[in-house]
């Protein structure tokens, strides 16, 4: 763990905690962290999008 400080939107945090009913400024910015860091990757998957070329066949995937 680190421990920092930072200079955050004092509204912008009691809007969050509102909103996620989060009770600890530490348990909202660890929130934050990890849905950025989702939707990084996110991002980083959809590059892929029609450049791969899978030979799926989802009858055979599904038993059909």
Known sequence: NMITTLDLPEELIEEAMALTHIQTKTDLIKLALQNLV???????????????????DLDVLRNR
């Open 38 to 56: 989702q939707k990084e990757k996110i991002k980083d998957i959809k590059n892929y999008f029609g450049k791969i070329k899978l030979e799926i």
